[in-house]
């Protein structure tokens, strides 16, 4: 079954910094829009930041100014820079691929994804 790959969470003090990698080795991702979403327990699913094929993006509004998304298509690989990490941020995330996103915002709102990865956690903590 096809899967994508998340790697590079961690434990990290606030403040810090991670990047964590979305791997899709079996697409590709040239025609898919890729999102991050964030999992805490007791909440639902989030959607974080989301990348289109054509490179537009979307960002919830508590990281703004502190999270990039960014996409090599080459290594098949999207990436998510998170910049000065608060315990909030703390969470599994997980990133999903579409092939048929018309409205990038739309996809991290309702979180629709053909494929997903594991997950990779992430603790910001002192």
């Known amino acids: 079954q096809l899967q994508l790959v998340e790697s590079g969470g961690g434990l990290v003090q606030p403040g810090g910094s991670l990047r964590l990698s979305c791997l899709a080795p079996?697409?590709?991702?040239?025609?898919?829009?890729i999102g991050w979403f964030r999992q805490t327990p007791g909440k639902e699913r989030e959607g974080i930041s989301c990348?289109?094929?054509?490179?537009?993006?979307y960002y919830t509004d508590s990281v703004k100014g502190r999270f990039t998304i960014s996409r090599d298509n080459a290594k098949s690989t999207v990436y998510l820079r998170m910049n000065s990490l608060k315990p909030d941020d703390t969470g599994v995330y997980y990133c999903?691929?579409?092939?048929?996103?018309?409205?990038?915002?739309?996809?991290?709102?309702?979180?629709?994804?053909?494929?997903w990865g594991q997950g990779t956690q992430v603790t910001v903590s002192s």
């Open positions: 079996e697409l590709t991702l040239d025609y898919y829009a």
């Open positions: 999903a691929a579409n092939p048929r996103v018309a409205d990038i915002e739309a996809m991290c709102h309702t979180g629709r994804g053909d494929y």
């Open positions: 990348i289109n094929r054509d490179g537009s993006t």
